[in-house]
């Protein structure tokens, strides 16, 4: 299963963006998918995941501002940040499963900063 990452940018406080993550190798649709984030110095961290069923969590620092939603046509998880800080700093990965991850994408990077 291989997972790829992409969408991480430079952006300033207040800005948006969207991060996809495109599954290969597997059937995606049988998977509940994930995004973590590692910001320097601090341990990964998840930041939201859907279940096969559509059933979103978020962590509490994202709730209202980040909506994680999944194309199973496409085979692609997308996360949408918006009224981004930049405590957001950080590299998203993104992974399957849902207690435990088990596939992991190469990670993209974000920057919140003027």
């Known amino acids: 299963v291989q997972l790829q990452a992409s969408g991480g940018g430079l952006v300033q406080p207040g800005g948006s963006l969207r991060l996809s993550c495109t599954v290969s190798g597997s059937t995606f649709s049988n998977y509940a998918m994930g995004w973590h984030r590692q910001a320097p110095g601090k341990q990964r961290e998840l930041v939201a995941r859907?279940?096969?069923?559509?059933?979103?969590n978020y962590a509490d620092s994202v709730k209202g501002r980040f909506t994680i939603s999944r194309d199973n046509a496409k085979n692609t998880v997308y996360l949408q940040m918006n009224s981004l800080k930049p405590e957001d700093t950080a590299v998203y990965y993104c992974n399957t499963g849902w207690s435990s991850p088990n596939y992991w994408g190469q990670g993209t990077e974000v920057t919140v900063s003027s």
């Open positions: 859907i279940n096969i069923a559509g059933f979103q």
